[in-house]
Antibody, heavy 117, light 108 residues
Framework: QVQLQESGPGLVKPSETLSLTCTVSGDSIRSYYWTWIRQPAGKGLECIGRIYSSGSTNYSPSLNSRVTMSVDTSKNQFSLRLSSVTAADTAVYYC???????????WGQGTLVTVSA | DIQMTQSPSTLSASVGDRVTITCRASQSISNWLAWYQQKPGKAPKLLIYKASSLESGVPSRFSGSGSGTEFTLTISGLHPDDFATYYCQQYNVYSEWTFGQGTRVEIK
């Protein structure tokens, strides 16, 4: 069974960089795309972007200038960095696997990141 | 950008009811559509992919249909465990993924 687990600071100061890591177990990180999705409290879901095991990425146009994703196949992990954060970036951040038909079939439990001084 | 619009935003129903949620895309997405169920404090759970394919382990009372721009999720016989928020999600050839705004199914 594929399992994903997000980790990283739960509190980030405005203008700083949010950094999260997702650890994948139960399957190799190779041969799939892996994604980050966020959800502000009481609101809908927003896909931030995806990364392949080769390091190839696609980012949401609205976040493209602030997002960097990376992958470490030796650790079966992938990471998210979001720079210049504001209160609007406060959300639950999920990592998820992108299935073959463009759907998200496995999800982490989510981690709340609050942007506040 | 492709916009996804779900209706209704909230739906009140009783156990045993047949429930239908609609999702419309602002342009054709063929059958690249998925449906998810989300409960408070939990990650979304995949129910349906490619518009009508049931994810393994999901009860058969859930079904999806549609193609192009209009899609439906049907729950044939609402169970107590089905009261939740449901999201549709599209995928297109530009490597973009967009979710609908969600439909909350609440107890009548």
């Amino acid at each position: 069974q594929v399992q994903l687990q997000e980790s990283g600071p739960g509190l980030v100061k405005p203008s700083e960089t949010l950094s999260l890591t997702c650890t994948v177990s139960g399957d190799s990180i190779r041969s799939y795309y892996w994604t980050w999705i966020r959800q502000p409290a009481g609101k809908g879901l927003e896909c931030i972007g995806r990364i392949y095991s080769s390091g190839s990425t696609n980012y949401s146009p609205s976040l493209n200038s602030r997002v960097t994703m990376s992958v470490d196949t030796s650790k079966n992990q992938f990471s998210l960095r979001l720079s210049s954060v504001t209160a609007a970036d406060t959300a639950v951040y999920y990592c998820a696997r992108l299935g073959r038909s463009g759907h998200f079939d496995y999800w982490g439990q989510g981690t709340l990141v609050t942007v506040s001084a | 950008d492709i916009q996804m619009t779900q209706s209704p935003s909230t739906l009140s129903a009783s156990v045993g009811d047949r429930v239908t949620i609609t999702c419309r895309a602002s342009q054709s997405i063929s059958n690249w559509l998925a449906w998810y169920q989300q409960k408070p404090g939990k990650a979304p759970k995949l129910l349906i992919y490619k518009a009508s394919s049931l994810e393994s382990g999901v009860p058969s009372r859930f079904s999806g249909s549609g193609s192009g721009t209009e899609f439906t999720l049907t729950i044939s016989g609402l169970h107590p465990d089905d009261f939740a928020t449901y999201y549709c999600q599209q995928y297109n050839v530009y490597s973009e993924w967009t979710f609908g705004q969600g439909t909350r199914v609440e107890i009548k």
